[in-house]
């Protein structure tokens, strides 16, 4: 009774047959597939959760007054990013039988209704999950690499230049690289490892951003003659709050990409995962407080973040104590980093070119060294990635400064973009 | 070794049997079993974290004098609604065997301790999952109707009006129309579909609280002579937090709807609640951009959360593309409905009517139009569920008014119900 | 076609092999296998998200000027604990055969990367997981006892000491009681009964926070001559969110404890835990109301908490409406601890030696009370483990103080730990 009512109700509707026959006894395949299929689907739920993880960071660790402008970004990156991947990139990505470099894209099928897909995937290609879990497990990974930017550029991108640049980003440009390797392109051909994208997701973000901000320029009054002037983070709690979700999240980012609920496999990415980003985040810890004199909790946060990027290539192939180590090179990396692109002005409020770029390039290197991977082949493929997302930002932001500007004018980036673009504070003190 | 020493001590106490022989294989439908009631499980703690969700809007888009207020409202009613649930509501939702329109409550069985229960689920009419699996999934539920009218009726309602309104609304109100379609009733004979609650949760919560509102009134100095006076909202980060977190909840919310762990059923609605949701989004903030001139985040926000209630009724049934669309028109209904219920001086400071009232009706009408199923049915059923919470809503609010009052007095919304009610500021910035 | 490409990509290089042939069907052991370890992995990631809930109630609960240092703390518990749990902590807490007092830690087994491990789990001792998926679940665990203390010692503690006793605390005293029980040690052989941890994790927690406070003493004007003097929380939204999370992780602290995906075990579970968090909060709303005559939002959330810890032990065991019973006069406890301890001036910032501590053993002894257990055996097991975190954690902070020192001067007390230690205040308001 109770709620199977329900589904008789709907089952009259006319639509959704299950994959199983109700009186027969499943098969051990089919059962095993569900298990599988309900992994992607949760890893999909996790992998969202990161864009509440990225916004909050970057929220966080900027300025209180660009607060509202930063939220209305990583909304309209998710959204915008998820639709676009629906309309072309996802086709693009995965074009089917592919060596190449580039795919046309096109909207993803609309079949599934009548429940064809599901089985062919018991049967054919897809021996783990329907077609539909992994058009939105991959849907929710795609929109990440526009955040990414969306941290380095903060405080003083033009709204409308930067909704555009992600949209095209996100739509056009993540999937050509990722056909690379995840579509069976060129560099899956080669042999190329990276297990859930230090490159092809984080190195990507990463240059993409690095062009961006070249074109951008930096905050005003950030490099001034007298130095570098610190712009303090405004709310370090939410950063925090942030940096955990991203990690939580990344249970479902390296987990899901194992693409089942294989036992050895996705223990191992658990565990590599979660110990290379515990060892960035005292990596971090140790380097920041050598070169700084002070604890500083910004360093250990994006430690953890980096320790996580490191591992990202190699989480299914490094052993836990090389994921360590790999994490723990990570989290140094991230501060030598940071220091080194505020000496050569390259603006970037959240660390994201440290964090997700120069990380993004040690963690696929680290298959190479850690992990049983060709060196070779893993440095020939986070360049081609990193160059190529660096190219193409770069041209496509250059052309968007050209057609319409990318950055606010000096009053507004003065005032804050919060009440010069949206009109409202982020936060409202007064008593009203 | 290890853990299972443990097994073996609890064990020892004498307590809880498991549905497998440990020595014997398990049979496949005893596996599938398994996946199916695990999934349930999980969705249940999704669905708990949008009580989370829900009090981090309505703090986040209130002002900061009520946030302590808001937060314990919103503590209240997940722990007396779950507490009343499991006396009263949970019964009286599933009575049985029942065609009618009431049925009388009476507390969860208490039998489950003997096993009896989980082996009744294998072999009769629980298919997918066992008795306290279904209760928890459902208690979890029932409480956010009362939620939603937390929202609406915040900064000026009285705490203990408002805490025994929410009780007797989730014990006694919510089930009645939940035994309508999901325990059985009129509804679900007249073959109407409401997969995971468009009406039975979201415009049943939408239109309770509108009644509520009517009688309460707007808040002081919202409606002046010169106009609306818009207030603020005191911390969009928490707002963004909240709308974040609900969206992830939805996974459950829909997904764990499926009750079973079906691959094909669960994919599809993973997929049409994520993208109608990001469509609503989408449709939000275009439609608002176009009527206030600005990129608003409060309506983007409120656009995403649009979208989700717009598929909640038709998730199982819609396709992808009807889905976003589906979504999208929801986000676009939103913007106007916000806007028309500040006209009639309806005054919601959280946009509660609109996003769950209003779409609401729109998702359920959606089943009708992109999913299959029978308009004329949709119509009588979303607007007699509607119409019972709004008249039952407004019959109670109206006697805990003549009873002990609903409002609290003049001066003690101006100060803010946090020191007046509580004696504690939510946020305290002073070094102490 | 699509990523099973990169699988084959990635077993080129030579690792991992996976369970199951790809080619033959599973087995419904193996298939079992499956959802059961995932779980585990599920679990590990709820217990994860339980350290940002820490860290958000410290920091929300206290003042504004010690948040950084409470979220470094915070970062550095989780990374540090997990790290010595890898190289020491679980195997001496998980020693194998084993009926004594303390065994000797060693890192954990690297052998895992060639597949053995899980071959021996699907046909010895581990029935139903992982080796990899039992070390980071029981990671994740064990850096919560540290934290516990955080909370207690908030706001005054020296940071480089604590980072110390922190890490000493998680590696080496925590597995010591945890092989009592857990690890097959004493009292696993008396027949103690506690499920997840309320004294192994809770009142150990508790009670080394207790040892730590005495050395410590209060904050400076906390206790004056005209009494107690309020010092009020910074950020009650974030206190709020942090609750919210810690209740989201107990399913997986909890229900991974089943150690499986058994469906009437961690069904039951969740309703036990579920319903003994929401009971903990109205005991302690009508507790507080009627001792303080305000409703008092702290209190509601310490509540929660406390109706959490009072399951912990018996949720396996303890019937529902006795989970409720439990968990309701663990809401009732914690409001009079809470008051008790600060009559006896022992100054607890987040009430931590209440909800973790003095509910941790109730908890225990419900399971002799409502569970079955032996009533004597709970008491001496609870006792014994409390006595071990005090008396260990007294000797090992003292030597501390003797060492290093463990408390900040008066001067940076005042200013607050976040400038004088880290160099930067946790919320920037002004716009730089």
Known sequence: MRKLLVTTAIGSLGLMGTAFAEDAAPTTTEVKFLIDNL?????????????????????????????????????????????????????????????????????????????????????????????????IFQAMFAATAATIVSGAVAERVKLGSFMIYAAVLVTFLYPVTGSWHWGGGWLAEKGFGDFAGSSLVHAFGGFAALAAVIILGPRAGKYTKSGVKPILPSNLPLANIGVFLLFLGWFGFNGGSVLSADAATVSLVFVTTAMAGFAGGIGAILMSWIVTKKPDLSMALNGMLAGLVSITAGADVIPPYLALLAGFIGGIIVVLSVGFFDKIKIDDPVGAISVHGVVGIWGTLAVGIFGGGNFGVQLIGTLSISAFAFITSFILFFIIKLIMGVRVDEQEEHEGLDVAEHGVPAYNDSAN
Chains 1, 2, 3 share one sequence.
């Not at 916004?55 to 402008?69: D, L, Y």
Request: net charge negative.
């Open 39 to 135: 992994w992607i689907l949760i890893s999909a739920a996790l992998v969202f959760i990161m864009h509440l993880g990225f916004a909050s960071v970057e929220a966080g660790m900027c300025q209180r007054k660009n607060t509202v402008n930063i939220m209305f970004k990583n909304v309209w990156i998710v959204c915008i990013g998820a639709v676009g991947y629906m309309l072309w990139g996802f086709n693009a990505m995965y074009p089917g039988d592919f060596g190449g470099f580039f795919a046309a894209g096109s909207p993803i099928a609309a079949g599934f209704a009548e429940g064809q897909d599901t089985v062919d995937n018991l049967t054919s290609a897809y021996a783990d999950y329907t077609y539909w879990a992994d058009f």
